[in-house]
């Protein structure tokens, strides 16, 4: 399977497991991969045959940026299921980091890695 990824998206959210840091807020970066068969775009050399990394990077902006999430993983699966739910891949990895967290040490970032598919978007629409 081919992929598209988009590498280091930052934003600023609001996400965490105390009220303190929902009010405040943080800086998160987010990488994502995309999993498609890109051969009719590459033999057509037209935008409307792919993903349009563009218009995903913006509507992960938008969905970090407005969700209230506790954990990194609600929010990594909010993520990765809205693009399955919106754009024609068959799988996504999403990679989100919240960077230098609020906590009682010097770290970078702490994250969450997920990978989701149609089959996991399928089994979530026959629960609703």
Do not use: W
């Not at 891949?89 to 702490?110: F, G, Q, Y």
Request: neutral net charge; glycine residues 4%.
């Amino acid at each position: 399977m081919d992929t598209i990824r988009i590498k280091q998206l930052e934003f600023y959210g609001y996400h965490g497991a105390s009220d303190a840091e929902q009010e405040v807020g943080h800086r998160y970066m987010v990488d994502i991969i995309l999993e498609l068969d890109t051969r009719p775009a590459a033999e057509s050399d037209n935008l409307q045959d792919t993903v349009n990394y563009s218009r995903v990077a913006k509507r992960i902006i938008a969905l970090g940026s407005s969700l209230k999430c506790r954990l990194l993983e609600t929010l990594a699966d909010k993520m990765a299921m809205e693009i399955l739910k919106e754009y024609p891949v068959d799988s996504v990895t999403v990679h989100v980091r919240k960077l230098h967290p609020p906590m009682n040490a010097i770290v970078e970032s702490v994250g969450v890695k997920i990978r989701r598919t149609r089959a996991d978007i399928a089994g979530k629409i026959e629960k609703e």
